[in-house]
């Protein structure tokens, strides 16, 4: 009878543990991003709130905190907010040492660029870091580096700007060079408040 209770104890201390564990939620990163929920917001206008958390398919966008639209201008704050990741695992995947808010903020700044063709422009922030940069130093970035961007009208056509989404590759080679980043931020750096 001993033996059952502490097996009991033992197998009901395993499947806590293992239950722990797999509702952890992970943070979509550049390499996870689901193209196909992104081709469904294309097209979004800043007026359109709904479609515009369209944020939370994009890299860190389970750590996506609030946004703020005012003046056309798309204002993403990141941060920990009710779920599964503590202030410290949002903090750690964010300011990890290894360029993740660098890259993060330059994909986010491009695909929000691709899917939100009227914003003027977009900024992010994640503890004291914060990254603000315009509609047309998106533009210039994105046709320097991945491919000539449609015009803006162009890019409420879904067809049209689903056909650019489909640069996964493109995008992220840009994103990941450290010598395309450091002259991109070179120029819109990111500061501390």
């Known amino acids: 009878m001993k033996y059952f209770k502490v097996f009991f104890c033992l197998i009901l201390f395993i499947f806590v543990g293992v239950a722990g564990c797999s509702s952890k939620e992970e943070v979509t990163s550049i390499n996870t991003v689901d ?13 359109d709130n709904s479609n515009v958390v369209s944020i939370g398919a994009l890299p860190g966008g389970e750590t996506f905190k609030e946004i703020d639209l005012h003046n056309k201008t798309t204002k993403i704050t990141y941060g920990t907010k009710t779920g599964s990741l503590s202030e410290d695992e949002t903090l750690k995947y964010w300011l990890d040492g290894k360029d993740t808010l660098e890259k993060n903020f330059l994909y986010n700044a491009i695909y929000l660029t691709i899917l939100i063709p009227n914003a003027k422009g977009y900024s992010f922030k994640i503890d004291d870091q914060k990254f ?62």
């Open 132 to 193: 603000s940069v315009s509609r047309e130093e998106m533009e210039q970035f994105i046709s320097k580096n991945i491919q000539a961007l449609p015009h803006n009208n162009e890019l409420f056509d879904k067809e049209k700007t689903q056909q650019f989404i489909n640069n996964k590759e493109k995008i992220n080679k840009a994103v990941k060079s450290a010598a395309i980043r450091q002259q991109f931020f070179k120029k819109v750096p990111i500061v501390e408040k």
């Open 35 to 47: 193209v196909k929920k992104l081709k469904e917001h294309s097209g979004t206008y800043v007026g």
